[in-house]
């Protein structure tokens, strides 16, 4: 049976392989194959979300965007800049349930300009 | 007969006595007065006294009656008086009673009219309270349903008005108030 190994050594580890050039995917395909091994792939969410974290310490941006249309470059690149990076990924994703704005998330922040949540707002203010 | 007799012989003999006579026989008479002596005394003794005893009782039961009665009236003159006096105390005290009952029935009336006002008043004042907290209540609901209606029209319209470039505008605009 495997070691135990807690999620931020399996996040520095993919971290440190990307941040010297090693390939993600190969990094990624090892952590999911440790995880199905030793029986944690119920774990799989927050692992992946402590990788972005450390990825994010060493600079290396994961941006998820969501968009009720497809993003043209001229909005990607308005977007990108909103994000401090030395290397950003976007994972763009179109959902029409947010009828229009951005939600922009990034480890440790959130930006949510969906009209979504501007009348989600609305309906918080009942009484 | 004998007086006939009497009287006869006398028209036919006028040189006897006053007593012949008169046709008084005076052997008869003195029998006749020693019998009524004797029959007086008789009588004196055992009889009259009998009557008198009886008499005497009777009258001496007369009078104890007399007595009596005359008594009885005194009594009867005081227990009127004692009833008289007793039913003069006994109409105050009704007359007191009544008074009292009606003095008891006038401060139960008002107290039960004070009772009577103040649970009107409690429950004017429970009525209103209630009545407050529905107009808030429906006004909450009035609020929630207007902003639930709002919203609902919002996203109606905006979806049907959404074009990319709208939605372009939406996400330039958010970007530029992130900075």
């Given at each position: 049976m495997a070691n135990r190994l807690s999620r931020s050594k399996i996040a520095s580890y993919v971290a440190d392989e990307v941040q010297h050039g090693g390939s993600l995917d190969l990094a990624l395909q090892r952590v999911a194959g440790y995880l199905v091994e030793s029986r944690r792939t119920r774990e799989l969410t927050l692992v992946v979300r402590t990788i972005e974290d450390a990825l994010a310490a060493r600079g290396i941006v994961i941006a998820s965007i969501t968009a009720a249309q497809a993003l043209d470059s001229q909005l990607r690149e308005a977007i990108e800049k909103t994000i401090t990076a030395d290397t950003l990924y976007l994972r763009e994703k179109v959902d029409?349930?947010?009828?229009g704005g951005v939600l922009v998330e990034t480890p440790g922040s959130k930006l949510d300009a969906t009209i979504k949540r501007k009348l989600l707002a609305l309906r918080r203010a009942k009484i | 007969m004998n007086i006939l007799t009497t009287f006869a012989s006398t028209t036919e003999a006028p040189k006897e006595s006053v007593v012949a006579a008169l046709g008084i026989d005076g052997t008869l008479l003195i029998f006749q007065i020693v019998a009524f002596g004797l029959l007086t005394f008789a009588l004196g003794k055992w009889v009259y006294p009998v009557f008198i005893r009886t008499i005497d009782k009777r009258q001496a039961m007369i009078e104890e009656s007399t007595r009596a009665a005359v008594e009885a009236e005194k009594n009867a003159a005081k227990t009127q008086a004692k009833i008289d006096k007793l039913l003069t105390e006994a109409r105050m005290e009704a007359r007191e009673i009544v008074a009292t009952a009606k003095d008891e029935a006038t401060s139960m009336v008002a107290d039960a009219e004070t009772k009577g006002k103040q649970q009107a008043e409690h429950i004017v004042t429970m009525a209103r309270e209630s009545l407050a907290k529905d107009v808030i209540a429906a006004k909450k609901a009035l609020h929630n349903e207007t902003i639930e209606l709002v919203a609902l029209a919002t996203q109606k319209v905006v979806t049907g008005a959404m074009t990319p470039a709208i939605d372009e505008k939406v996400i330039t605009k958010a970007l530029e108030a992130t900075k």
């Open positions: 029409p349930s947010v009828i | -």
